[in-house]
C-alpha cells in the first residue's frame, strides 16, 4: 500500500508560496465576488484602485481568515480559535468562523473604534479587550489565553495561511484587468501595518514593483528594510490609523518584503485625509484611513506611477462622526 503524503501546502511548518496564495485565490474565490477594480484618473494617468471595502465585513481581512480557518482540522475547529486585532482582523476570523461553526475570542484594544468592536461582537465572537496605551501585549494575551484552551492562534500577519490569503487580493485583481484592458499590473502600491498583505502580494505579484505605505511615526517596517533587520516602534505617535498600529513586523514577513526588495513610505495624517476625500468626492466610498494610506502616497508623488499600477482600498470601517471629522479635516 502506497502511503499517503500530507499536502505540503497545509504543512503548519511550511514557508508562505505563490502556489498557496493561487490555493488561497480559488478559495476566496469559491465564497466571495470579487471586489470592484475602479479606474481613477489622476491628471490624465489612469490608476486602478481594489475597492476592498466592499468586502462582507469592510475589508481585505476576511481573505486571510478564511484560508487559515477553512484549513483547520476537525480537533481545532471543535476547540475553536483566538485573534488579535484592531478590528477588521477581528471581523474576518469572526466572520469566517460563524460560517463554519468555530468558537473564535478575539483580543482587541480597548481604544478600537466602536463600529469595529460592535461589529465583531456582531458576528458572534467573544471580545476579551485590552490596555493598547497603558502598554499591555496583546500577544501575550492571546498567548496565555491558547495555553488555557488549546485554541489555535490565527495571527494578523505574521501567519502563512493568513500571507496567502491576502495574497489573493493580487490575482484577482490581475485578472480583473486582465479582463478589462488585455494586460497586467507592473507596480503595486498598498496600505501596511504588521506586513501581511504586502507580503501576500509580493508572493501573488512577482514582477511588479512593490510599495508599502506606513503612516509616519510606525515606520518599522521600513525602518526594518533599510537597516536589514526587525525594528520596533519605540516611541508610538498619535495617528487616525488604528489598523495600522503594529508594533513590528514578524520575520515570516520581512523575509519575504526583504527578498521582493520592496520600498517602503510613510505618509503624513494630512495626506491621508485628503486620500479619504478624493475617495469619497471622486468613488462616492468610504475608506477608513489606514486604508487610503496607499493612495495617499500616489496622491503626494511619493509614487512614481506605472502603465498599470495597482492601489488598495484596504478597508471602509470607520465610526460615522470620525470619518465626518476627517473629510471637514477637523481631525
Sequence with gaps: MTEQRPDPLTDPERSPSREGVLRAAAKVAAILPPTPLLPLDLDGVTIWCK????????????????????DLDEAQRRTGVVGVSSGNHAQGVAWAARRLGIPATIVMPNDAPRAKLAATRALGAEVLLYDRPGGE????????????????????????WVIEGQGSLGIEANAQLKTMVGTTFDTVVACCGGGGLTAGLALALPDTRLFAVEPEGWDDVG?????????????????????????????????????????????????????????????????????????????????????????????????????????????
Design 137 to 160: 501585549d496583546r500577544d501575550a494575551i492571546a498567548h496565555k489565553l491558547m495555553r488555557s484552551t488549546g485554541r489555535t492562534l490565527v495571527h494578523p500577519f505574521g501567519d502563512v
Design 51 to 70: 475597492a476592498e471595502m466592499l468586502q462582507p465585513i469592510g475589508a481585505f481581512k476576511i481573505r486571510g481568515a478564511w484560508h487559515r480557518l477553512s
Design 223 to 331: 525602518r526594518s528594510l533599510a537597516t536589514g533587520s526587525i525594528q520596533h516602534v519605540a516611541d508610538p505617535t498619535p495617528t487616525a490609523c488604528d489598523a495600522l498600529q503594529t508594533p513590528s513586523t514578524y520575520p515570516i514577513n520581512f523575509a519575504v518584503l526583504q527578498r521582493r526588495n520592496v520600498t517602503a513610505l510613510t505618509v503624513s495624517e494630512a495626506q491621508i485625509r485628503k486620500a479619504m476625500r478624493l475617495v469619497f468626492d471622486r468613488l462616492h466610498l468610504v475608506v477608513e484611513p489606514g486604508g487610503a494610506a496607499a493612495l495617499a502616497a500616489v496622491l503626494a508623488g511619493k509614487v512614481e506611477v506605472g502603465k498599470h499600477t495597482l492601489v488598495t482600498l484596504s478597508g471602509g470601517n470607520v465610526d460615522a462622526n470620525h470619518f465626518a471629522a476627517m473629510l471637514k479635516g477637523s481631525e
